[in-house]
């Protein structure tokens, strides 16, 4: 990423997240919140698997294929992350936090 003269980012990653947030809401409309981890119940080995909820905390139904994009995009953005753990990603506020760390009633 190019840095400006004062040596910060030219590009911030807030406005990454932000532009993932919107990426992710255009493809699963009615999305509120994501949850990310590698341990998809159908399989054996660690797997991307994504939980998606809308504003209400109901969870929305999705295709293996997206729910399988959407956990890879995730975490391709935030490799430094401990995916040993499950991860939420907001999609008003564009933030990624640890689901066990996660403790207002929105039913993430």
Do not use: Y
């Not at 009615?30 to 054996?44: C, E, W």
Request: proline content about 8%; hydrophobic content about 40%; glycine content about 4%.
């Amino acid at each position: 990423m190019l840095a400006m003269p004062s040596g910060t980012p030219a590009c911030p990653d807030t406005d990454r997240q932000h532009r993932l947030a919107a990426q992710l809401a255009d493809m699963i409309p009615g999305a509120a919140t994501i949850r990310v981890s590698l341990n998809d119940p159908k399989q054996v080995w660690p797997h991307p698997h994504a939980i998606v909820k809308d504003e209400a905390g109901e969870t929305i139904e999705l295709a293996r294929t997206t729910a399988k994009i959407a956990a890879r995009l995730v975490l391709r953005f935030w490799p430094e992350a401990d995916w040993t753990r499950p991860h939420t990603f907001d999609l008003a506020d564009a933030t990624l936090t640890r689901s066990d760390l996660i403790t207002d009633g929105r039913g993430r």
